[in-house]
């Protein structure tokens, strides 16, 4: 009834009937606001919020806008057509079944809310810095470590006592197996991936890094954990130059750093709102009084950047390969490469 005309003239409030009982259009709303209404309004207040600050900063998001980000979105994901051109087409199709989404609700609640929040956190900058660090976190040396994880100080100086007295990859193995409270890596004896340059733990890649092969590291805290390393060698740079990929390390690296802005602007722009929400009982007063005069992003304080952030820039998809012919899984480059001594 609902969506015949006639049937919705003659019956207004009726959504349906079964066996001539009606099924009200309040009754339907009031079930959809029971399962899905929180989702529902979540997303409305981001859209407010979104709204308010692009009109405060005279900004507007058109259509060219969305499509030229879908557009992006499909070119960044391999979507291409026989002639090399972006597959919008195939892109909507592939989002649309993977999430159980319609294309309006993709365009709408997600793509148009990304393109409002890139609008507002304006140009973010790459420096040639950031750059050779993207650029030797993907291609350069890596550590190949035997790692035991213990989660008390005592315990790690017990097993340190135990691992320099025969520090071998055996020894270590076992006490990795015995030991560590790391389930990984205790199921594989101490095995890690090869630690990297720049992947937000410092403390863990200058200890990697200052090891030769068949040295022990002292003991290194890192949060609520006690790690000790075996260096069992270095992995090969990717034979590859800088130039060759400061293209794709930039627009990786761009990318990354839009989102971790973004993220930063909303959390900002979020905490700085007065929201009164009815449907869950709760009450939010702004944590400022910026929640009428809300800064540019260029404008606002700059924060230090964090672990996972530095974890996330550490990662770009422009030193990812296939690991296999057989399957579309990726690993990081030179993950597999051959020991050096």
Avoid at 19 to 44: F, M, Q
Avoid at 259 to 268: D, G, N, P, S
Wanted: aromatic share 6%; glycine share 6%; proline share 5%.
């Amino acid at each position: 009834i609902l969506n015949d005309t006639s049937k919705g003239q003659a019956s207004p409030d009726v959504a349906a009937r079964v066996n001539g009982h009606p099924i009200t259009i309040g009754k339907v709303r009031d079930v959809c606001v029971e399962r899905y209404g929180k989702d529902v309004l979540e997303a409305l207040l981001t859209g407010v919020l979104l709204n308010q600050a692009l009109v405060q900063q005279k900004l507007v998001v058109s259509q060219g806008d969305v499509e030229h980000e879908v557009t992006r979105a499909a070119e960044s994901m391999g979507f291409q057509t026989p002639d090399g051109q972006p597959d919008v087409s195939a892109w909507l199709e592939k989002i649309s079944k993977q999430n159980k989404q319609s294309i309006d609700f993709y365009l709408t609640d997600i793509v148009r809310p990304t393109v409002a929040l890139k609008k507002l956190v304006g140009s973010v900058p790459v420096t040639r810095e950031d750059l050779e660090k993207a650029f030797t976190a993907t291609f350069g040396s890596r550590v190949r470590c035997k790692v035991v994880v213990l989660d008390n100080q005592r315990r790690a100086q017990e097993v340190w006592q135990i691992a320099r007295q025969n520090p071998t990859p055996e020894i270590m193995g076992n006490l990795a197996e015995q030991y560590s409270v790391d389930p990984t890596s205790k199921a594989l004896r101490g095995e890690v991936p090869p630690i990297q340059k720049y992947s937000g733990q410092p403390a863990l890649e200058r200890e990697a890094f200052s090891l030769k092969v068949g040295e022990l590291s002292g003991i290194i805290q890192i949060a609520d954990r006690f790690m000790i390393l075996f260096c069992e060698g270095h992995t090969k740079p990717v034979e590859v130059t800088f130039d060759e990929v400061r293209e794709e390390l930039h627009r990786d690296l761009l990318e990354k750093k839009q989102r971790i802005k973004m993220a930063r602007y909303f959390t900002h722009l979020r905490e700085s709102a007065s929201i009164d929400n009815f449907l869950t009982g709760t009450s939010q007063s702004s944590k400022s009084n910026m929640s009428m005069n809300l800064p540019a992003a260029s404008e606002m304080p700059a924060t230090t950047i964090t672990r996972r952030e530095a974890q996330e820039l550490s990662k770009p998809r422009a030193g990812s390969r296939t690991v296999n012919e057989s399957t579309s899984t990726v690993a990081p480059a030179s993950f597999e490469e051959p020991l050096t001594k």
